[in-house]
């Protein structure tokens, strides 16, 4: 397109790109939101949402996977799962998903190396799989706020544990201009919708407090 930057290498960049990294949703699920206590719930919810969206928009390989619905459990909440069609989930009964063979396979099998970590509680679902994948020579991005954890100070807690093993922070917003990197660039129209959209919503929900 005339006036875009030119594309770097997709594959090579050391920034996120939507051919060099895959992402993961962990535990959305009611019962897990439920537990939730570092953040307001529809905070939460909308950014989790957003999050789906830009991954679906960029095309990026997904990883969704729920804990012990075979027994009882919720599956992924209907919001995320909207706005990832198709999507199958990987049940598990560990309590760290990258235990779980089919999960670990599932990020593997992608061939990429960086991995963009999301999942409900901070503390377990998201510290114990990026720890892991940490040690494995991964690099490791975790959506700051579209997690969440039991309380402020597990969350806290375990995102410093996560930041001092070598992950990196990063949050919805900052991923999604990060895979567009120029307006010029393909798939700009569907990005400024969800945009559009999300800080709307944000807006209102602010407005409500």
Not at 79 to 86: I, N
Not at 87 to 92: A, K, L, M, S, V
Not at 160 to 170: C, E, F, H, S, V
Request: one cysteine or more; glycine letters at 8%.
């Amino acid at each position: 397109m005339a006036g875009a930057t030119p594309i770097r290498d997709p594959l090579k960049d050391h920034l996120l790109t939507a051919q060099n990294a895959v992402i993961t949703f962990i535990d959305y699920q009611p019962e897990q939101y439920a537990g939730v206590h570092s953040a307001p719930h529809d905070e939460l919810l909308l950014n989790v949402t957003m999050l789906g969206r830009v991954a679906t928009a960029f095309e990026l390989p997904v990883v969704l996977s729920t804990v012990y619905v075979k027994h009882g459990m919720s599956g992924t909440n209907p919001e995320l799962r909207e706005a990832l069609p198709g999507i199958p989930e990987i049940d598990r009964t560990t309590m760290n998903s990258w235990e779980d063979p089919e999960f670990r396979d599932a990020i593997v099998k992608t061939g990429r190396k960086k991995i963009i970590f999301a999942g409900l509680w901070t503390e377990i679902c998201v510290a114990f799989p990026v720890l892991d994948a940490l040690k494995e020579g991964f690099e490791v991005y975790v959506v700051v706020d579209a997690i969440g954890g039991v309380s402020v100070a597990a969350h806290e807690a375990a995102i410093q544990r996560m930041l001092q093993a070598g992950a990196t922070p990063i949050s919805v917003i900052g991923l999604a201009g990060e895979l567009q990197r120029d307006w010029g660039h393909p798939g700009a129209d569907r990005l400024r919708g969800i945009l559009r959209e999300y800080f709307t919503r944000h807006h209102e929900l602010r407005a409500k407090r």
